[in-house]
């Protein structure tokens, strides 16, 4: 009787067990959510990515893999199709640009108009602001969850053959920029030659000369050893292009609300670090002091600057007058960019700097 108690106990737990699995798989996580990156781990993008799949293995107990797939890899080096394909499942997040989500999510080019927002203090309100809500908003709306801010930064151009100093210094230039429309625009109206092309190639088309210059921020200059190629780097902040981490919404919206919150906070923190790192020595002490203070950051960060001229570049700063010069060759550029993201969204923008 005994043994047939425990025969019926046991099938019980097979049963139950039986039943048990397909739940338990459903309830359950993938063993690797993929994160789409377009650069490579070296640079602090790719740092702040490394350091957001830490964080969440970490605030989840190691619940949450994520693993980021460096250089658009997932995308065949297809950087524009991030958002595309993230909001359609293929990809679970990504640690990207508003330059690369723009192709779905055009509200993004609020970033992008021509000598518009110049400072970070600008830019930081923009994104706490309703411009900055905006984009999310529209991420939402398209199937992606944003979740945190991050920063490639103020761009900056580089060429190999003379200093940029006002824009006839452009003319005739061939200029690498990314597959965006506003780029080609902005600096056809400057009278270079621009061809856009995905980072991929970009960097083989800087190391066999096929264009003379580019434009990026110094958290890119400096990993892709831009002074190998190109002698001139003018600082001009014409533009910026933040990083959103963001997730599918689906994907997302069935996470457990522990789980939500731990993936959101360590996007934050990610986020708070990976800026901090790509301002580092353009603010003053203040990104060093958050690295030192909240991150207990001891790894040197050179100062951006002195390393492009301690590699014999030469770094022109512009003056308030030379700027103008370039804001007003762009006008038309931004006239006619700031009418097909609506009026709305750029009085919005306006509103959030204090103009
Ligand atoms: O392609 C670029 O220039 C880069 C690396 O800055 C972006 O992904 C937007």
Redesign the pocket.
């Known amino acids: 009787r005994a043994f047939f108690h425990g025969l019926v106990s046991m099938v019980a737990v097979m049963v139950l067990a039986l039943f048990m699995t397909p739940f338990a798989l459903a309830a359950g996580f993938k063993r690797e959510y993929k994160l789409q990156v377009?650069?490579g781990p070296s640079f602090y993008w790719g740092i702040g990515a490394t350091k957001f799949a830490d964080l969440v293995r970490e605030k989840t107990d190691g619940q949450i893999n994520i693993k980021p797939y460096f250089g658009s890899a997932l995308l065949k080096g297809a950087?524009l199709k991030s958002a595309q394909m993230v909001a359609k499942g293929v990809i679970d997040c990504a640690y990207e640009?508003t330059?690369?989500i723009s192709p779905v999510i055009p509200e993004a080019n609020i970033f992008h108009l021509p000598f518009f927002i110049n400072t970070f203090e600008n830019l930081d309100k923009m994104k706490a602001g309703q411009s900055g809500q905006a984009v999310f908003a529209a991420m939402r709306k398209i199937g992606l969850q944003p979740l945190a801010w991050a920063e490639?930064g103020f761009?900056q151009v580089t060429n190999s053959k003379h200093p940029i100093g006002k824009p006839a210094d452009l003319k005739g230039l061939r200029i690498r920029v990314?597959g965006n429309p506003m780029f080609m625009d902005t600096f056809r109206q400057l009278g270079a030659d621009p061809v856009n092309m995905?980072?991929g190639d970009?960097q083989t088309a800087f190391q066999q000369g096929v264009v003379d210059g580019?434009?990026?921020?110094v958290g890119?200059l400096i990993p892709v050893q831009i002074h190998q190629y190109h002698r001139y780097a003018t600082m001009w902040n014409y533009l910026v292009?933040p990083l959103v981490i963001y997730w599918n919404q689906k994907q997302w919206k069935a996470f457990p609300s522990d789980i939500r919150q731990a993936i959101q906070e360590a996007a934050q923190t990610s986020g708070r670090f990976e800026i901090a790192l790509c301002r580092a020595g353009l603010d003053g002490n203040t990104s060093l002091d958050i690295l030192k203070n909240e991150f207990n950051h001891t790894m040197e960060v050179p100062d951006p600057v002195q390393f492009m001229e301690s590699k014999g570049m030469t770094v022109s700063f512009l003056s308030t007058d030379q700027v103008k010069a370039f804001a007003d060759a762009t006008a038309p550029v931004l006239k006619k960019w700031a009418r097909k993201l609506g009026t709305d969204l750029v009085d919005k923008a306006r509103a959030d700097m204090g103009r």
């Open positions: 377009n650069v950087q640009s330059i690369n490639n761009r990314v995905n980072w970009a580019q434009e990026n921020p890119v292009d």
